[in-house]
């Protein structure tokens, strides 16, 4: 097994002589921080397809101090500290040098995979405004390399968020339209049942204002019919009366025709067939 790395232009041959060098390993960190000062054009495929071959390299080299350093590292830990100091710098801690060298891809690799998930069912046109000023917005971002293959992302992202947003305001329209279609049936049948109900109860209060009046005409009718019953039995008394005086008068008067024509002072003897009862109808009060 060879001992040796290579990080781009930086040779070092690892060894126990090597990390227990204070300043063999400062000068390694040193060129370890130096790559920063690369200049890598991302916008190359060719320069990034080098840029993360340091990724490679640094990892193949952090493998291989592990390997070194172990065995030793039972003897303190003062390699331990080395090796992990020299690793953490290289490429496995939070500030490491070849992530800072591979931000600008690896930031742009990451967005671009983010747009290549972009969830497309869009519920509603709020969501859709929202995402197309997303994405006209992610236009501007710094895509390096993978401009053209995001734009194209882009662009068909846009188109379809465009053609739901069609699809939705038209649903829309057509559910406005039905509720507005809804909205006159209810008030037309609100109406045509106040049209109705004031028919019914216009026809109703005729009907009754004609059941009064036939009423009142009947009450008319029976109180005149009434009078001119009463009228007829005060006639008919009246003339049963005159009729009765008659009879009675003549039944006197031909009572009286004896008495009167047989005696010589009728009068008297006329009251006194009066005081017998011989003349009917007549009696003496005493």
């Not at 106040?194 to 026809?203: G, L, P, S, W």
């Amino acid at each position: 097994m060879t001992n040796e790395i290579q990080i781009y232009n930086i040779k070092t041959t690892l060894n126990k002589d090597f990390i227990t060098s204070e300043q063999s390993v400062n000068n390694f960190l040193e060129d370890i921080n130096s790559l920063k000062d690369i200049v890598f054009d991302f916008n190359n495929a060719e320069d990034i397809k080098k840029a993360k071959e340091l990724k490679t390299q640094a990892n193949k080299s952090v493998k291989l101090l592990k390997e070194i350093c172990e065995p030793y590292e039972a003897e303190g830990k003062k390699i331990a500290n080395i090796r992990s100091k020299i690793s953490t710098t290289l490429s496995t801690g939070k500030d490491n040098v070849i992530d800072q060298i591979l931000k600008p891809i690896n930031d742009a690799e990451k967005k671009l995979k983010e747009i290549k998930h972009t969830d497309i069912t869009f519920p509603n046109i709020q969501v859709i405004d929202y995402k197309l000023k997303e994405f006209e917005e992610l236009y501007n971002f710094n895509w390096l390399a993978l401009k053209d293959e995001a734009i194209n992302i882009l662009n068909s992202l846009k188109e379809t968020a465009l053609l739901k947003k069609q699809t939705l305001q038209k649903e829309e329209e057509e559910r406005l339209k039905e509720e507005e279609r809804a909205r006159k049936e209810r008030e037309d049948a609100i109406r045509k049942e106040a049209e109705e109900k004031a028919r019914i109860e216009a026809d109703n209060r005729i009907k009754r204002e004609l059941e009064e009046k036939e009423r009142s005409l009947q009450l008319q009718k029976q109180q005149e019919e009434l009078q001119a019953g009463k009228l007829k039995e005060e006639e008919e008394r009246k003339a049963n009366n005159i009729e009765h005086k008659r009879k009675v008068h003549n039944e006197i008067f031909k009572a009286m025709i004896p008495v009167v024509m047989t005696a010589d002072g009728y009068l008297k003897d006329l009251i006194k067939a009066v005081a017998k009862g011989e003349i009917p109808h007549l009696y003496i009060k005493y």
